[in-house]
């Protein structure tokens, strides 16, 4: 087991961090000491432009190709160093990946994210907006243990908007669209039950989903770095842009360029439904829940999917599907559209 200090270390790299100056870019382990190497934000950031695989490399790196980087840097480079006892085992690893990364900007070319948005927020008193807040809160937590007892669950990060939340996976290694779409519609579900017990419009809830690349930063306080992160790129300009075109009580999936994300959307119904048919215990809020991705008949016959592009004032635009549920009351068999607009309701009925 290797042994370092921690709090030494710490203080070293935020000092050489100095207030966002400095970026971490990579770390090793070279004849008994852990290095990190901090590069200037703007050298730094140049660099990733001219060779964008940078983003898709771990921090780790071997003591040649981290000398190779801090080479390639110049004067832009500074190595922060502590000693280490012991092997550089899985263990090591992981604390330095956690310590290193609160110094770095990260990059993910395909996270999915989430945006929840509460209809006409700005338009109610402070007591209705904190009755609507609070309720929507407390609907993704119950959203977020229901699925845990399903099986099927994650600890989503979220960052509020004022009246609503953006919701992704901060765990690369398990994020995956079909849950949060599990999250979402679990909350549609349990948001309806809190609006009738506080006599609000349970409806007045939308959201976008996307899949897409997304910067991470980390939360500062006391001048540090913190382990909890905060997100921007393509995919929360993408649902943004989609949230406002998004109508009460409907759940939009931003599909990409030319519907490029389609597939990956089908394939998270698909996965949603399974995982939540082989659940034991009911898995949304007292309901069971069958999502699909809501089609209509054409003239000719052909059934098709529904089928949206919105159009940002800058010219930009942005296509989407509708996706839709149906979520049964276990006991009393009670069924509920969740995510449906009120034409594809009426179609589904």
């Known amino acids: 087991m290797a042994v370092f200090d921690q709090t030494l270390l710490l203080d070293r790299l935020r000092r050489t961090w100095r207030d966002g100056d400095r970026l971490a870019s990579g770390w090793t382990v070279v004849r008994g000491a852990l290095r990190v190497l901090m590069a200037e934000r ?27 980087l801090a080479a390639q840097l110049g004067a832009a ?17 992981a604390r330095m990946e956690s310590l290193v990364e609160r110094f770095a900007i990260g990059l993910d070319p395909d996270r999915p994210v989430a945006l929840l948005d509460l209809v006409g927020f700005s338009k109610f008193g402070p007591m209705d907006q904190l009755t609507r807040l609070t309720a929507l809160e407390q609907s993704l937590c119950r959203a977020e243990a229901a699925l845990a007892r399903a099986g099927f669950g994650f600890t989503p990060t979220r960052t509020t908007t004022g009246d609503g939340f953006y919701l992704w996976d901060p765990d690369r290694a398990t994020a995956e669209p079909a849950r949060l779409l599990a999250l979402v519609l679990t909350t549609f579900v349990a948001f ?30 006391a001048g540090t770095p913190q382990d909890d992160t905060f997100i921007v790129g393509a995919v929360t300009v993408e649902i943004a842009r989609l949230m406002e075109a998004c109508r009460p009580g409907q759940i939009l999936l931003g599909t990409g360029p030319r519907h490029g994300r389609l597939d990956p959307w089908r394939r998270a119904v698909a996965r949603l439904n399974d995982a939540l048919a082989e659940a034991d215990t009911a ?26 592009t919105v159009r ?26 969740v995510g449906l607009t009120a034409a594809a309701a009426d179609r589904a009925a």
């Open 42 to 68: 703007s050298a730094f950031l140049d660099l990733c432009r001219a060779h964008p695989e940078l983003w898709a490399e771990p921090r780790y790196r071997d003591p040649a190709t981290l000398r190779g």
């Open 77 to 93: 480079a500074r190595l922060v160093e502590v000693v280490v006892v012991g092997d550089a085992d899985a263990a090591l690893h």
């Open 192 to 221: 309806a039950a809190a609006g009738r017990r506080g006599g609000f419009d349970a409806g007045a809830l939308k959201a976008t989903l996307g899949i897409g690349a997304c910067f991470s930063f980390h939360r500062i306080a």
């Open 283 to 308: 898995a949304a809020h007292g309901h069971r829940l069958q999502a699909e991705l809501t089609a209509s008949r054409d003239a000719d016959g052909a059934c098709r999917l529904d089928r949206y």
């Open 312 to 337: 940002a004032k800058h010219g930009w635009t942005y296509p989407a599907v509708n996706l839709g549920a149906q979520a049964t009351a276990v006991d009393d068999g009670r069924v509920t559209t």
